[in-house]
């Protein structure tokens, strides 16, 4: 592999040391800082006498984590609210649709999504939403064509991952948008697998929701997921999915109906899961000081190389091979997924495995070429 200059700050990940991890598609291993920022809040916590921790530090914390989520997504300051999870940010998005109201009701997504995408708007078809989960022929890709095809004058919203997770098959956006909004539709990208390890332009691609969580490429702890909503359409919505802490006034503690804030925070539900933001906010620092267009710049190097890698040995892919149509991942197939994660692990290669996809393997800026390699060439061996 050619040389890279990158700052890989290895000794900030204790984890590193347990071997080669290339997990980060799905648990991103966790910053020296976090440790110290977790205790920060126990800390903090065990000095709290009341309810001074929501105006010493639990209220502002929220939008701190948002903004810099905003950042990596190419976002504006205040375009961001937190949530627990990539998939109640989904069902906000969904709450804010009346289906039955005009004859906009369907909804666009594809076969190569989370499974909470599917999951979520199949419970919509009560409401009165009409659902198209577009196929893949492959099970890897989905052409642009086919995509735009499916959207059409009764398309209320296009609600899809940037990047699959089992294919790391990744959509041309600002086509996807351009598209959408000129046959009226709005547009939410599921950026889990994107965020971290591939340039995002929310702001230029005008996209009107992203969805996403801080565990995998992000480097953070569980339960802090995230929703963008472009700025200018941020008060057209009102989530049925809602509660206090969207309330314009939170602490007048007021009856219904509800007067949702003027800000993001409309998108907001109850109380912040506050350790789930201390963990997340020392790796989204890291990968800002790192840079995106540096840990993107190393991720298609890698990527190229095992790829090239696994073309020579004769392994079939189940990832699209220009770089431009991919994320950070590479799904190779093998015969027995689960027993292969296990022989690796053995040698402490830490992968993991999909159905469909087979192995997924995930180089990321704190990974060594050297590391790489080896991983590479230990799994030509299990393979033989
Ligand atoms: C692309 C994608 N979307 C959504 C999810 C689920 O996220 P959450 O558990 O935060 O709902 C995952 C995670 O595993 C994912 O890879």
Redesign the pocket.
């Known amino acids: 592999m050619t040389e890279s200059t990158i700052n890989r700050r290895r000794d900030e990940f204790p984890t590193l040391v347990s071997g080669i991890h290339l997990l980060s598609?799905?648990l991103g291993p966790v910053p020296l800082a976090a440790r110290e920022s977790m205790l920060a809040y126990c800390d903090a916590w065990e000095h709290h006498t009341g309810e001074d921790a929501w105006a010493t530090s639990w209220w502002e914390l929220s939008q701190l984590v948002g903004d810099g989520v905003a950042r990596i997504l190419g976002g504006e300051a205040g375009s961001v609210q937190i949530q627990p999870?990539?998939?109640?940010a989904l069902a906000s998005v969904a709450s804010c649709f009346d289906f039955k109201a005009t004859g906009r009701n369907k909804v666009v997504t594809t076969v190569l999504?989370?499974p909470?995408?599917e999951y979520i708007w199949d419970a919509q078809k009560e409401l009165g939403a009409v659902v198209e989960v577009v196929p893949s022929a492959d099970g890897v890709s989905i052409p642009l064509e086919r995509l735009l095809a499916a959207i059409d004058e009764r398309t209320c919203l296009v609600a899809l991952?940037h990047?699959?997770?089992r294919s790391s098959s990744r959509i041309d956006a600002r086509a996807i948008v351009e598209h959408a909004h000129a046959k009226g539709a709005l547009v939410l990208l599921?950026v889990?697998?994107s965020a971290g390890v591939v340039e995002l332009e929310a702001a230029n691609w005008n996209v009107d929701f992203l969805?996403?969580?801080t565990?995998?490429w992000l480097c953070g702890g569980p339960a802090c997921?995230y929703l963008y909503v472009r700025p200018d359409l941020q008060r057209a919505f009102k989530p049925r999915l809602t509660g206090w802490v969207a309330h314009e006034a939170p602490f007048d503690f007021a009856h219904a109906p509800m007067r949702y804030a003027r800000s993001v925070r409309r998108f907001a539900q109850g109380t912040p899961s506050i350790p789930a933001l201390y963990s997340a906010l020392p790796g989204l620092e890291i990968i800002e000081a790192v840079g995106l267009a540096a840990i993107a710049r190393e991720s298609r190097r890698r990527t190229e190389w095992m790829i090239a890698f696994a073309l020579e040995h004769g392994w079939t892919l189940n990832t699209p091979r220009k770089s431009n149509e991919r994320g950070g991942t590479v799904m190779i197939k093998v015969e027995n997924g689960p027993a292969m994660v296990e022989r690796l692990a053995e040698k402490k290669v830490f992968v993991d495995c999909r159905p469909n996809a087979g192995l997924r393997i995930s180089p990321h800026f704190f990974n060594s070429d050297e590391e790489v390699e080896e991983a590479m060439g230990i799994l030509a061996k299990l393979i033989r």
């Open positions: 598609h799905s999870n990539a998939s109640i999504d989370f909470s995408m991952s990047t699959s997770y599921d889990y697998q969805i996403g969580g565990i995998k997921g």
